[in-house]
């Protein structure tokens, strides 16, 4: 797979479950940040967790990181409607001389009400 | 919260034109970046900026794109002969000094432009 694979491509679920999707890259890193797109829209920042750092968490989101595995996940708890949209992870790697960011190609969730 | 703006939100050329997009950053922020992502495929790095100079750029980047800080707030792309595949989304993106494992990249909406 490519730097900063997700899976599921897509995900639907109820409102009130949890989504969870995960996230594969091939180099290192120095951080790996999710972010959320809405359809036709930005990307939305959501949180960023650095290589050093093995769970974060930021209201209903909590974010793995398993360096070893070169591996993330993305836990949505308590899911809404707003939820529904895309996720994508991003790497930073210490040999992009500009911090430049690579995505994997997304996860879309739908949550149903 | 500040936000990153771009402009146009919705741009259309023939093909051959010159387009250039326009994006204001953050105000404090010092990197600056331009992004694209084609419909339903990856967002992809076209460029990173700092310190009035490109410090990055992909091989999508040739010498028909450049970028430019014209003054204090604007940052542009602009694309001298647009070609039929350069029909996308293009994001504008800027972070923060610090350390840059710390540092998020924030985005505008975007610029969907579309060469006829």
């Known amino acids: 797979s490519q730097q900063g694979e997700e899976d599921p491509q897509a995900l639907s679920i109820q409102e009130g479950e949890n989504a969870t999707m995960n996230c594969s890259y091939k180099?290192?890193?120095?951080?790996l940040q999710w972010y959320r797109q809405n359809s036709g829209r930005g990307l939305v920042h959501l949180i960023l967790i650095r290589s050093n750092e093995r769970e974060k968490h930021s209201g209903r989101l909590r974010v793995t990181l398993d360096t070893s595995k070169k591996s993330s996940s993305l836990l949505i708890t308590a899911s809404r409607a707003a939820d529904t949209a895309s996720y994508f992870c991003a790497t930073d790697s210490p040999q992009a001389a500009g911090n430049k960011l690579t995505f994997g190609g997304g996860t879309r969730v739908l949550v149903k009400p | 919260e500040p936000e990153v703006t771009q402009t146009p939100s919705h741009q259309v050329t023939q093909m051959g034109q010159e387009v250039i997009l326009r994006c204001v950053p953050i105000s404090n922020h010092l990197y600056f970046y331009w992004y694209r992502q084609i419909l339903g495929q990856k967002v992809e790095f076209l460029v990173s900026f700092y310190n009035n100079e490109i410090s990055e750029k992909s091989e999508i980047f040739d010498d028909q794109f450049s970028v430019e800080r014209p003054d204090g707030s604007n940052f542009t792309l602009k694309i001298r002969s647009t070609k039929l595949e350069d029909s996308a989304m293009y994001f504008c993106?800027?972070?923060?000094?610090?350390?840059?494992?710390?540092?998020?990249?924030?985005f505008g909406d975007g610029t969907r432009l579309s060469i006829l």
């Open positions: 993106a800027s972070r923060d000094r610090g350390y840059r494992s710390n540092q998020p990249q924030h």
């Open positions: 180099t290192s890193i120095n951080n």
